[in-house]
């Protein structure tokens, strides 16, 4: 950090002219303002003005027109002891600025008389170009006596000359008109609001490159400026240069029969600039002639299917023609053919009258279309309609990747600063946390949802800090780590770890727990200070018979682990073989990776896992097959624990060694001793708000110490609304018990609730 701070005096030493790029970046800027707001000690006051005068020159780049808070900073920066050169050229250029913004809010290259106008219209325009002259004249402060001789002071005094004359031009006209008078100098007014404009025209090129604003970007200037798509930005330059080589061509009578033309599938995940890309396109097709507009058209499966027959061709021949020299473009276009659609599924009409249009001779070559979705889904879209495949050539495939940890922090700086904020060090640090938290599968959304973290970080800087009246403009821009504490309405307050020292028994499995949750956070730390760690071993095996509490300790598991920071979610998924295997060929993996994908983030419980092998010829070896490999791929993404009894649970575990080879943690959960199944009686009852009396309890510490209880706390839950019930049946029967009398159960409601159960069981 000392030396980080080094390095920014030293290039602040550098900068002394608005002609060249300051050597801070905005944000870069901001950071070190805020240490020297809490350390004064940290700048000179030459550097600290420079630095006030870095600010105000990015701010005045954002936003032409007059902004308050360059205001404040400048008169910080005059305050200083010193008055360095560059403060007194950005003061200039702020009104310099000010003054083509208010110029332009006339019009004047949109402003226009003519001959053949009645008397009425040119009264109308003269007399309101001339009011809104005389409002820019009253609001103009600026005593250019005071400013030194340049360019741009020269061609500013020649506007407001010009502007001046065509005032006075303006008044005389109206008065004519008012007065009846035959003739006003119409060709001489067109002409010196052509001059003024003209002359306003050239102030802008005056100003430094920097604040040249062109009226209309380049596509290609537009794509580079975007963060992150490296190999897309050089495929689309080169795309560029083919289709105006291609154009160039037949313009010199060449023909080219089998070009690709201008039809794409743009392919990615959420947020990686689908949309974005779509309109660039559009606007690279009109920039070389190639459409009459860059209008993008954007609709989706709701916008085209209609509800009965001949609607869905009518309302995709109507998004065609609102398309024609234009681009139509389709989100989630696999969404309009769905596997095993009904005949009532009119997706398919929407398909076959898109490709009759894009050949038809009505609207072939008069627009293009852009299919978009997931990648996946697209590739197996496309492949099961070779019509539509084929106007999509493969050249004219994008797939989006996307954005790298780094590029998204960027995006967050972007979105944040687009709104006037910025990020601490350290809130950014927590920052990425925060994204790879949300990154768990192909859904995460990637700049779509950093910008919502960031503005979630917004709301929450206003919506739970008190801020009366603050003097420091930099509190109102800086997010801090606090600001990224994002409230959880549904989030439970006890600790996970408290949790489990409140289950009763298991006391081999929680301190098998315990010592798991301490590895990791020591393996966590240990990477956060650049240690070397070694490999968390966190797929477990739960072994024990029913009602052990194997499903409760996984709950609280995924939830350690998640605190740990290991885990992204922290939810649970419970599966059995059901969940897992289908019952014909080629359905299991897919419903395996379905639950895999549900569980991502956090836990897939598998209960009574053994249950999925019943030999190699079962479907159950595939599920088998595909959860070893979906593991693997998505790593510390997804944690499996397998559960069973003892006994079939290492045979199952044995005869596969890919699964061997992946579980190395074993929890033994044994049955609960007597004195547990009688606490976890008591627990029970007492959630309910009823009381046992004392022979009861009696009677079930003697049950408990001479039966073997099958199916353990699940045996002591059912035994229990058992229990209630029979009590329900005997105080309604008893007239003489008083209402107390109904929270108490005896003895003999629990005798009549073992027999029921035990009478059940054989």
Known sequence: MEQQETDYHLKLNTWSTINETPPLSEVEALRLMDDAKQNPQLLADEKTSILYSIIAYHRLRRNYNDDHVVDILLREAESMAVYPNVLVEIKNLKLYLNLFSDIERLHLDQWAIRETDFDPAKLKKTKELAEQIEDFKQQITVNFDEIEPSQLKNIAEQVLGQLDILLAMLQDSVHAIENKKTTIPVKELNQQVRETSRLRSELLESFPDAFKKPNEQNPLEMLDEMI????????????????????????????IVDEPGMHMIISGNPGTGKTTIARLLAAIYHD?????????TEVNRAHLVGSYVGQSEENTINYVRQSVGGILFIDEAYSLRREGQSGND?????????????????????FAVILAGYPEEMRQFLWSNPGLRSRF???????????ATNELLQIAEKTALSNDYFFTEQALNKFEGLIEQSRVDETFGNARTVRDLVLKAIFQKGAYKSWHSSENWLDHMRIEPDDLNFIDEKEDDQHPMQQLDELIGLSNVKEEVKKLSSFVRVQQQRKQNGLPTVPVQLHAVFSGNPGTGKTTVANIYSRILNNCGLLKRGHLVIASRGDLVAGYVGQTAIKTKKKVKEALGGVLFIDEAYALYRGDKDFGKEAIDTLVDEMTKHNENLVVILAGYNREMDQFIDSNPGLASRFKKYFHFQDYAAEDLLRITEYHVGEYHYQLDELARAYLNQQFHENKIEGNARFVVNLIDEAVQFQALRVLGDEKDSPNVSQLLIKEDFEQAWTSIRGKRT
């Open 228 to 255: 992150g798509m490296k190999e897309i930005k050089q495929y689309i330059h080169q795309y560029y240069h083919y289709l105006k080589y291609q154009k160039e061509r037949r313009e010199l009578g060449f023909n």
């Open 346 to 366: 009119y997706g398919q009409a929407v398909i076959d009258t898109l490709v009759s249009s894009m050949t038809g001779k009505e609207y072939a070559d008069r």
């Open 393 to 403: 050539p493969e050249p004219n495939h994008i797939t989006l990747p996307d954005f």
């Open 288 to 296: 070389l002639g190639l459409l009459e507009t860059n209008n993008v």
